[in-house]
């Protein structure tokens, strides 16, 4: 059996999160801790205290989850992962999981990324939207359709699961696409409460921010491969990682890929580590024949 961890992104925050861990133990108290020096607010208070709204903004939102899911990672016992993938932002905190980032780093790198993507989404009002159940080739024929014929930015984004993808971009070529989408046979077809169009190319002001701090920062041989999202498949080269962190901010999330492939090279039991259960209903629906199991 190949042990694989995985760690979630953007949505899987909620009110209340990861007070437990705090309240009971020593060790992640003190990450909570150095975690407000190095954001340089509480983010403690606002994950703990905060409303669904407070913990919306970006900024917020990418170091708390980031957060919760290394503390989860950290809290059990011998934990020896064989492979690692994060969906989006949950990839450094799978680098954090697989030794090539410090736990003090990867949040340095989550809070530089988290407001670079706010100041391009201030920069170019932008949207995405969930399309359900339509293959993954039609969506992207009309989002290519749309592009050619109106201008507007409107790409796949999130390939979730077979029958759910996330499609990115422009308010008015994401309202084209969604009519032509539902007009096509989509089961739904609606646009999320996001911030802004993130695995697009509407994100390329935010790449030369992330890059420079990737540039800045030590990275290790990983002990075990990462899937990464942009190309789906093991990567232990560190140079090559430190690409893919770079290029997934206009790429797509490539997550049923990626899971295939980890089941394909041995994968067969995924803990997600961090908030929610996301991740465990999305594999369940990429392979029933694999196990899940979380740590929240």
């Not at 990861?18 to 003190?30: L, M, Q, T």
Request: hydrophobic share 40%.
């Amino acid at each position: 059996m190949t042990h694989a961890f995985v760690f979630p992104g953007q949505g899987s925050q909620f009110p209340g999160m990861g007070k437990d861990h705090y309240e009971n133990s020593a060790f992640a108290k003190r990450l909570f801790e150095q975690a407000n020096e190095i954001v340089g607010f509480r983010i403690s208070d606002i994950m703990f205290n905060g409303t669904e709204e407070d913990l919306k903004q970006t900024r917020v939102t990418q170091p708390a989850i980031f957060l919760h899911s290394v503390i989860a990672f950290k809290g059990i016992d011998n934990a020896r992962p064989e492979m690692v993938a994060g969906h989006s932002l949950g990839e450094f905190s799978a680098l954090v999981a697989n030794g090539v980032l410090s736990f003090e780093d990867g949040l340095k790198l989550v809070s530089i990324r988290a407001t670079a993507m706010q100041k391009a989404c201030e920069t170019n009002p932008s949207t995405m939207a969930a399309v359900l159940g339509l293959d993954d080739a039609k969506v992207e024929e009309i989002c290519a359709l749309v592009q050619e014929e109106t201008n507007e930015i409107v790409v796949p984004a999130n390939y979730n699961c077979p029958g759910q993808l996330v499609i990115s971009g422009t308010i008015k070529g994401i309202e084209v696409a969604i009519e032509r989408l539902k007009a096509a046979g989509a089961k739904r077809a609606l646009v999320l409460p996001v911030s802004g169009a993130f695995h697009s190319p509407l994100m390329e002001s935010a790449k030369a921010e992330l890059s420079k701090a990737i540039d800045a920062t030590t990275f290790y041989h990983p002990n075990c491969p990462v899937y990464q999202n942009v190309v789906a498949k093991a990567v232990g080269n560190k140079e090559d990682i430190k690409q893919n962190l770079i290029d997934q901010l206009t790429s797509a999330v490539r997550w049923t890929q990626s899971i295939k492939t980890m089941i394909t090279d041995g994968g067969t039991h995924f803990t997600e580590c961090g908030p929610g259960k996301v991740l465990q209903g999305l594999i369940g629906k990429i392979d029933k024949k694999v196990t899940t199991d979380g740590v929240s």
